[in-house]
C-alpha cells in the first residue's frame, strides 16, 4: 500500500489540474510498517511541444537515486498519460523504470522502486522489486 503527504498530494493535484499536457516528476518514499510513504517530491517536468512525453534529465535522476541511498528511502517516479482514453504503463514507462532500477543497483542502492501513473480520472502504481513488478494500492 502507497500513502502519499499532503504537501506531496497538493503539488501532484496542482500537476493535474492542466490536463493539456503530461508531467513527470521523482520523489521519495519511506517503508512503513504496513506500507510506503511518499514524503517529498524533488523535480517536475513537462511534456515538450508537440512530444507528448515529459522526462527527467540522468543528473536529477542520479542525484535521486543517490539520496535514497544514503537515507535508505526508494525513489518514486509519478507522471501522467493525459492524452489517452485508457490507463496502462507504457512500454517506455517500464523501460525508464527498470533503467533507474539498474542504475540505483550499480551506485549501491536498492533493486527497488515506486511507481504512479495518473490519467483523467484514474490512477494506477506499480512497485518494482529485484526485477519482478508488483501491483500496488494507492490510498490518496
Not at 511518499?38 to 539520496?67: D, G, M
Request: charged residues 30%.
Amino acid at each position: 500500500m502507497i500513502k502519499i503527504r499532503l504537501n506531496v498530494m497538493k503539488i501532484i493535484e496542482e500537476e493535474l489540474s492542466n490536463r493539456s499536457c503530461e508531467f513527470a516528476m521523482l520523489g521519495v518514499a519511506e517503508k512503513k510498517d504496513k506500507y510506503f510513504l511518499i514524503t517529498k517530491v524533488v523535480s517536475c517536468e513537462r511534456e515538450t511541444a508537440n512530444s507528448f512525453t515529459a522526462s527527467v534529465p540522468k543528473e536529477l535522476q542520479i542525484k535521486i537515486l543517490k539520496y535514497c541511498r544514503m537515507n535508505e528511502f526508494i525513489p518514486v517516479v509519478i507522471h501522467s498519460h493525459v492524452h489517452y482514453n485508457y490507463l496502462k504503463f507504457s512500454p517506455i514507462d517500464t523501460e525508464f523504470e527498470q533503467s533507474m532500477v539498474r542504475a540505483s543497483v550499480r551506485i549501491g542502492g536498492k533493486s527497488e522502486l515506486i511507481s504512479i501513473l495518473f490519467g483523467n480520472e484514474e490512477f494506477t502504481a506499480r512497485r518494482w522489486k529485484n526485477g519482478k513488478e508488483l501491483k500496488m494500492f494507492l490510498i490518496l
